[in-house]
């Protein structure tokens, strides 16, 4: 937050988006017991962070903060 700070540069954020969840139904015996099934759950959570007042000198500091490989960081200019 340092870096942040000295350089004036404002931070919106975390908002927490919805989260997506999807739902993987499979058979248990693909025989004769074609009641027995197992569900399995993937919850995707969101989080926006806007990052404002930033230089094109300045995206450098977004490649030294560390990311885990999880994540997906996308970086958009609006004029």
Same mark, same amino acid.
């Given at each position: 937050?340092?870096?942040?700070?000295? @350089? =004036? $540069?404002?931070v919106?954020g975390?908002?927490?988006?919805?989260? +997506?969840?999807?739902?993987?139904?499979i058979?248990r015996?693909?025989?004769v017991?074609?009641?027995?099934?197992e569900q399995?759950?993937?919850?995707? @959570? =969101? $989080?926006?962070?806007?990052v404002?007042?930033?230089?094109?000198? +300045?995206?450098?500091?977004l490649?030294?903060?560390?990311i885990p490989?999880?994540?997906?960081l996308?970086?958009?200019?609006?004029?």
């Amino acid at each position: 937050m340092n870096y942040i700070s000295k @350089n =004036n $540069i404002k931070v919106n954020g975390p908002i927490h988006l919805p989260t +997506k969840k999807k739902i993987y139904t499979i058979l248990r015996s693909p025989h004769v017991h074609k009641k027995s099934r197992e569900q399995f759950k993937l919850y995707t @959570n =969101n $989080i926006l962070l806007v990052v404002y007042n930033v230089n094109n000198v +300045k995206y450098n500091f977004l490649k030294k903060i560390y990311i885990p490989s999880c994540v997906k960081l996308e970086i958009t200019k609006i004029c």
